[in-house]
């Protein structure tokens, strides 16, 4: 028997509960993982080789979350592939220019 005036019985009343729980954890959490999901997409582009992509990444975390307990980490990390990214480049530049001298030298012993 319900009383008149009432909606939904217990079911109803467990279901708004959970409801209102999965919206205040969904609240509370987002800070939490924004931070972690960013530094976890960084890490994963760096290990399987898109340094570009994990500096990108990592300058966004940088960017939205300076204070963290975390940005000395990402810092570090950072630097150490835009690092990379950059001796990488100086490389392919001096062998470009290897292989140009390699060209001119039967020219000069002439």
Not at 31 to 39: D, E, F, S
Not at 65 to 70: K, L, N, Q, V
Not at 87 to 108: C, F, M, N, Y
Request: hydrophobic share 45%.
């Amino acid at each position: 028997m319900t009383r008149a005036g009432t909606r939904g019985g217990p079911a109803a009343r467990w279901l708004a509960a959970l409801l209102l729980l999965a919206t205040i954890a969904g609240c509370v959490s987002f800070p939490i993982l924004g931070p972690v999901l960013l530094v976890a997409q960084a890490d994963r582009q760096a290990r399987e080789g898109a340094w570009q992509e994990a500096v990108a990444s990592y300058d966004e975390y940088l960017a939205r979350f300076p204070d963290d307990s975390w940005a000395p980490r990402i810092r570090e990390s950072r630097d150490t592939l835009a690092a990379m990214l950059t001796a990488r480049s100086e490389l392919t530049r001096r062998r470009e220019e290897v292989a140009r001298l390699r060209d001119e030298l039967p020219g000069l012993q002439a």
